[in-house]
């Protein structure tokens, strides 16, 4: 007979309890989710730093922590590119290495003994947690919670970010996005209120930006774009007015303070549309008082005659001052954004970078996957529903997805503004159909509620909502495990340390890099100086510690196509050259016994190509490297040229007699498939210092002048 | 200057002789053999000797000076007697530079009585006495090291009969230095018999011979023990390794090294062994993990770790890195209240016949450890005490510093320290914790609690209001529930009991308690929140419907016990009440949830 009375009674938290709680928890799943989804490779292999440029950064932050801000500062750095040396403190963005310094004296502080390295290593996927949120709060602002809490989920494993952020991958974008999205939400938050305080946090927000990445420019153009589109649509408001004005003038004054950017934000052409925007607001906001103030005609007189005389004036302040190279050119890397074959026809240097190459359309899926598909619709609701900041979004997305076609790495500017607007997307299409989903059911017995909301029955409503869920979710299921598999399959390994499958399914790991590396550091003389590609120059200054001719950093075209020169050359021509350089090593990648495809003979071209560049390299014609009919051979019938050059040579130094593959001669390359065309030589004026197991790395020597009459 | 010199040196001439006819009258060695073991990069020397007291009074100890010229190199001394069992004679010995030459004491267990006879073993083991020649070599050739020595025992006794046994480590000799009667077969070179050998006598003897095993080295080893009162020890060893052999002369060829088996005197991989209970084992290096090792369970129990550096090792080649395990504590400390005594090795094996040029051992304890004594197994340096700070630290941890050099495999003995330690300390650290959390989540509380802005924002405290009376009219109905359900169980009982007065008295209580509870609003809830009012109000009228339910039923039942209706009725009418129960309780549940 007794029938419970007030069954649920033990979750009776109010609606806005159980909101709270859902984002919560929806949030802080999301957050750890994209920590620890980063942490493929740490579990794999260990540890360790990444690539190329994250040891570069890892070595500064290791001096940062170790010497202090000032002497970091001050740094003039003569273990790279001798003998010109390089002053870091001057030519980096420190965001980074500021920020793992600070975060490894305050653990340090608690006493919380945790080392450079395993800061750096992990300070990705922790700001890509920070990342989570902040795209959250962002997309709130865009749009409502729900939106909000998919974004975040969805940026959470975008493969497009993961691929510059997995632990160990230690670089300027780990943290710079988060920058970005802080200072979009910022922006967007002062759009909208019109406050100083928000304002004056996006400025900082965005000085935060500049000291981390270069990328700022994309920042500090999209802002006056954004309200440039609000004036040209007629919003422009007092909010805009302040927000702008006080975000450019604090964040420029604050951007001028890091010792790379200097006087840029005044001078190069890159930032002039923000100091136009600025000009632009002052005259509309003064144009708005003036009018208010005298009758139409007056105005329109007045209004003609100022526009002429101020445009006239710009004008040939522009003139004189590009003239007299006030303001700075424009930059290579900026016109190959906007003009993808630009830099491949002007500069090798930068086309010979593989993320500065164009996207392809396969990418775009790969990275992003359904995110694609859900960004026009995102697009879509945005533009249903415009407000101010519908129309930054909008900017942002269209704005990131051309540059993201021009560079692959820009991609990365891409992802979360796809993961924002498909957000929007799936939120708003799931809630337009998820309040259908238990129709019937309350059809019965709650009759009211129909005609309140004045909508023509649908045949199957409940139906027509339960597949559109079901297929949405679907959809998100699958793109889950999508990113998974993407991140543990292509972004996960650190590429110092690689591994293969062996005849028996066993692991095998090529951990060439570091024992060629190691043995650099062991048992050089401290103040060798080593020659290699640009590739490796941070790799062996941070783990051999040794003196390097070039280096990642690219800044002097010269000294590269130097190397290019010795690399490209004959053995007694490269003397020369290893001797103007005061070469004491030299360090080759060679793949040919173990198939690594990327080594030092497959980028011979680009070294051809960069050393022919300058003038002192006019004899080296990327022609001579082919056969007669135009192909790059490493057998027989390969261009003498090529089999006598030092690369050539340092590849194959031995390589000759032995047997790489059953059923194939001697001196099989299984990188070109080919049996090499040149080889008993012997080297004269280098010796093999050493090899590594894989033959992957290999170093000679550079013997010195003979004595006299020997 | 030069005269000065000489008078020094008749000086020093005097009191050596003095010295020596000080006991050498009385002690005279019958029969000495000595065994010189070259196998390895070490100089193990063992000394069997036969000594006899030829004077009037007993003998309590004897002397056993070492070769000035190899005293620098000496690493290890041990003196035992040699009948009997090898570990029980240990003899006792002390040291100390008389005149320039290093001269152990050697006090014998029991005094030698006037013609009496007794044997004694005496082993040194010297690092670094071997020389490579030449001193470069190319990567094809083998390593050829020289051993110079005395061709005599250099003892400051007479000795009556000796020989002297080389061992060396192939028998490839290129040349030895021959003092009739000496002969060489196979890897072994005998000197003597030599009969009655004057005290102190030299002759100097050169073995160049082959010798490619490892000439390894470690040049610094740090020692980290950190002890934790929560079960466990940490381990790690950071070494400088070196290969100190003949250097490598111009280039390493890999194709050599990998097809002709080149390179003999190089060391590709070493074994290191490890406790027996190691667990966690990490061998890394400054730039990462290194991949080449292997750890096996031996079959003595011993964990053996197959160390293969990153490169091989050449002749002047070293390397660096970091060896680092854990051990349950139960193992080595040891404890009566709070006395503690970690018992361990001072140093642990690295590699067969290795040696170490200087070693640092870190002992970290327990922060909160006092009365730190320390008693090591043989003489070392203890550097001041020092601190260290890690995990949830306040004062910091002690640490006990220990030098020692030129320490050889015999040197792996264990040291003894004790100290006190009370466990209440062991408290701290999750204490620490908690307070941080308690901290942290009170922060978040008074936060969330308390309103920091300065305007008044309507619309949100009118909400949080609302919400407030929203959890207050449910606990409401949460109670009136209660004694709802009380009152159903009273009819339910005067269905069976038919105890009408029984049942009366128990609902006339019921009733009064719900009637006393009262929903008290407050007036200005209609204006503030219409929309609440109206559920509030719904909810009433159907509290009121439930109510007459209940009051309906109970005189149904009544009228039932008193015999008023049949059963057939009763059954009936009961069936519709409860129909309309059902719906009430349904509603009123809907009401309360969607307040």
């Not at chain 2, 719904?538 to 509290?543: F, I, N, P, S, V």
């Amino acid at each position: 007979m007794t029938v419970a009375l007030l069954k649920s009674q033990i979750l009776h938290m109010s609606i806005e309890k159980q909101e709270t709680l859902l984002k919560l928890a929806i949030l802080t799943v999301a957050a750890v989710l994209s920590f620890s989804t980063r942490l493929f490779s740490v579990l794999r292999f260990e540890s360790v730093i990444h690539e190329f440029d994250p040891y570069f950064n890892y070595r500064t932050t290791k001096y940062l922590a170790e010497e202090g801000f000032y002497k970091f500062h001050n740094w003039f750095d003569e273990r790279a590119w001798y003998p010109l040396g390089r002053i870091i403190g001057g030519t980096i963005y420190p965001g980074l290495m500021l920020t793992s310094a600070v975060l490894y004296h305050v653990m340090n502080f608690l006493h919380v003994s945790i080392d450079v390295r395993n800061v750096c290593v992990f300070l990705a996927p922790l700001f890509s947690s920070l990342t989570t949120i902040v795209t959250f709060f962002l997309t709130r602002e865009l749009k409502d919670t729900g939106a909000g809490l998919v974004a975040a989920s969805m940026i959470a494993i975008v493969p497009g970010y993961i691929s510059r952020s997995v632990a160990g991958s230690y670089d300027n974008e780990g943290i710079a996005i988060f920058c970005m999205l802080l200072t979009y939400f910022f922006w967007i938050k002062s759009v909208k209120t019109g406050s100083l305080l928000w304002s004056a946090l996006c400025a900082l927000a965005y000085f935060y930006m500049v000291s981390s990445w270069g990328g700022y420019v994309f920042l500090i153009n999209l802002i006056p774009l954004h309200v440039l589109t609000l004036v040209l649509t007629g919003r422009f408001s007092h909010r805009v007015y302040v927000a702008y004005s006080t975000v450019y003038t604090l964040g420029t004054l604050l951007s001028m303070q890091i010792a790379f950017v200097g006087f840029q934000p005044v001078q190069s052409s890159e930032h002039m549309l923000a100091f136009g925007v600025f000009g632009l607001c002052q005259l509309h906001a003064f144009t708005d008082y003036v009018r208010s103030r005298l009758t139409t005609e007056q105005f329109n007189v007045l209004f003609r005659s100022v526009l002429m005389a101020a445009g006239s004036v710009a004008l040939a302040a522009m003139g004189i001052l590009t003239i007299t190279g006030k303001i700075a050119p424009w930059t290579g890397r900026f016109y190959s954004l906007l003009d993808p074959s630009y830099a491949k026809n002007h500069i090798p240097i930068i086309a010979s970078v593989s993320e500065h190459q164009p996207t392809s359309w396969s990418s775009f899926y790969f990275d992003l996957q359904l995110l694609v598909f859900l960004f026009p619709a995102g697009l879509y609701y945005c533009f249903a529903k415009l407000t101010d900041a519908n129309i930054f979004i909008i900017l942002y997305g269209v704005t990131s997805i051309y540059f993201a076609g021009v560079m692959v790495r820009l991609m990365l500017v891409l992802a979360p503004v796809m993961c924002i607007l498909s957000g929007i997307a799936v939120s708003t299409a799931l809630a337009s159909q998820i309040k259908y989903l238990d129709a019937p059911r309350q059809g019965s017995q709650s009759s009211e509620k129909k005609p309140k909301k004045g909508e023509a029955v649908v045949p199957f409503r409940s139906e027509v909502a339960w597949t559109f869920t079901v297929l949405i979710s679907l959809f998100l299921v699958s793109y889950t495990f999508h990113c998974t598999w993407v991140t543990s399959e292509a972004y996960s390994s650190p590429s110092i340390v690689l591994s293969a499958r062996g005849h028996d399914g066993s692991r095998i790991i090529f951990d060439d890099f570091r024992e060629a590396y190691y043995w650099l550091r062991m048992n050089t003389p401290d103040d060798s100086r080593v020659m290699s590609w640009w590739d490796y120059g941070y790799q062996i200054s941070a783990m051999a510690n040794r003196t390097i001719i070039v280096d990642n950093n690219t800044w002097n075209n010269t000294h590269i196509s130097r190397v290019g020169q010795a690399m490209a050359s004959t053995e007694d021509k490269a003397y020369e050259i290893m001797r103007e350089l005061d070469v004491d090593y030299v360090l080759v990648i060679f793949g040919g016994l173990t198939g690594y495809s990327s080594d030092d003979i497959n980028k011979f071209l680009w070294m051809v190509r960069i050393g022919g560049s300058t003038d002192r390299g006019k004899h080296i014609k990327e022609n001579d490297y082919y056969t007669p009919s135009g192909e790059f051979r490493v057998d027989v019938e390969g261009s003498s040229t090529l089999l006598n050059c030092l690369m050539y040579k340092m590849s194959y130094y031995k390589f000759g007699s032995v047997y790489t593959e059953g059923g194939k001669p001697p001196g099989y390359d299984r990188v070109r498939n080919a049996e090499i065309g040149n080889k008993d030589f012997e080297l004269d004026v280098l010796e093999e210092a050493y090899t590594t197991e894989h033959w992957l790395v290999r170093i000679y020597k550079v013997k010195k002048l003979p004595n006299r009459g020997v | 200057m030069g005269f000065r010199i000489k008078v020094y040196l008749i000086c020093l001439f005097v009191m050596l002789t003095g010295f020596c006819t000080a006991t050498s009258e009385d002690i005279l060695i019958k029969n000495a053999e000595r065994t010189i073991d070259l196998t390895s990069q070490l100089v193990k020397i063992t000394h069997r000797l036969t000594l006899s007291n030829t004077g009037k009074s007993s003998v309590k100890s004897f002397s056993f000076p070492i070769d000035p010229k190899a005293q620098e190199k000496l690493s290890y001394f041990k003196a035992q007697l040699a009948d009997g069992k090898e570990s029980s004679g240990e003899l006792k010995t002390e040291f100390s530079t008389v005149k320039g030459i290093l001269t152990y004491k050697i006090t014998l267990s029991s005094s030698l009585e006037p013609g009496q006879i007794v044997k004694v073993l005496v082993g040194t083991v010297f690092t670094h006495h071997l020389s490579p020649h030449p001193k470069e070599i190319t990567q094809k050739e083998k390593q050829l090291v020289q051993y110079r020595g005395n061709a005599y025992i250099y003892t400051p006794y007479k000795v009556t009969t000796q020989t002297t046994k080389v061992l060396l480590s192939s028998s490839t000799v290129e040349s030895y230095t021959k003092v009739k009667p000496s002969s060489q077969s196979d890897s072994t070179i005998t000197y003597g018999p030599y009969e009655n050998v004057a005290p102190l006598s030299e002759e100097g003897i050169i073995i160049h011979y082959e010798n490619n095993t490892p000439f390894l080295s470690v040049g610094h080893l740090l020692r980290h023990i950190e002890v934790s009162h929560w079960g466990n020890i940490a381990v790690e060893e950071t070494l400088d390794v070196y290969h100190g052999g003949a250097k490598l002369k111009g280039s390493f060829s890999r194709f050599e090294y990998q097809r002709e088996q080149s390179g003999v005197s190089s060391v590709k991989s070493f074994k290191t062994v490890l406790p027996e209970l190691a667990a966690d084992v990490y061998y890394r290096d400054e730039i990462g993990n290194i991949s080449t090792s292997n750890l096996r369970q031996e079959d003595d129990g011993d964990v053996s770790l197959e160390l293969r550096p990153r490169f091989p090792l050449f002749g002047g080649w070293k390397t660096h890195y970091v060896v680092g395990y854990n051990l349950p504590s139960f193992a080595n400390l040891f404890n009566s209240g709070d006395e503690f005594v970690l018992q361990m090795d001072l140093i642990s094996h690295i590699f067969d016949h290795m040696v170490v040029d200087d070693a640092l051992v870190r002992i970290i304890l327990p922060e909160g450890a006092s009365n730190i004594e320390v008693e090591t197994p043989y003489a070392v340096t203890r550097l001041p005490d020092s601190l260290h700070f890690t995990y949830l630290d306040v004062k910091g941890r002690p640490v006990v510093e220990i030098a020692a050099k030129n320490l050889v495999e015999n040197h792996i003995q264990p040291f003894k320290l004790r100290y006190t330690f009370s466990r209440i300390v062991m408290l701290q650290e999750p204490f620490l914790c908690v307070l941080a959390f308690f901290l942290l989540f009170l922060t978040f509380i008074i936060y969330a609690r308390l309103d920091f802005s300065i305007t008044k924002d309507e619309t949100c405290d009118n909400r949080s209001r609302a919400a407030v009376m929203v959890e207050h009219i449910r606990n409401h109905y949460l109670k009136r529930s209660t004694l709802f359900q009380a009152f159903e169980t009273q009819v339910a009982k005067l269905k069976s009991s038919r105890d009408i007065n029984a049942f009366q008295a128990a609902a006339k209580n019921i009733t009064s308690d719900l009637r006393a509870q009262i929903l008290d609003l407050p007036s200005s809830l209609k204006s503030e929140s219409p929309q609440l009012n109206d559920r509030v109000t719904e909810l009433q009228k159907q509290d009121k419907a439930y109510r007459d339910f209940q009051s309906t039923h109970a005189q149904l039942v009544e009228r039932l016990v008193s015999g008023k209706i049949n059963k057939a009725q009763f059954v009936d009418a009961e069936a519709l009440l409860t129909k309309k129960r059902d719906e009430l309780v349904e509603k009123l549940n809907h009401l309360i949830n969607t307040l």
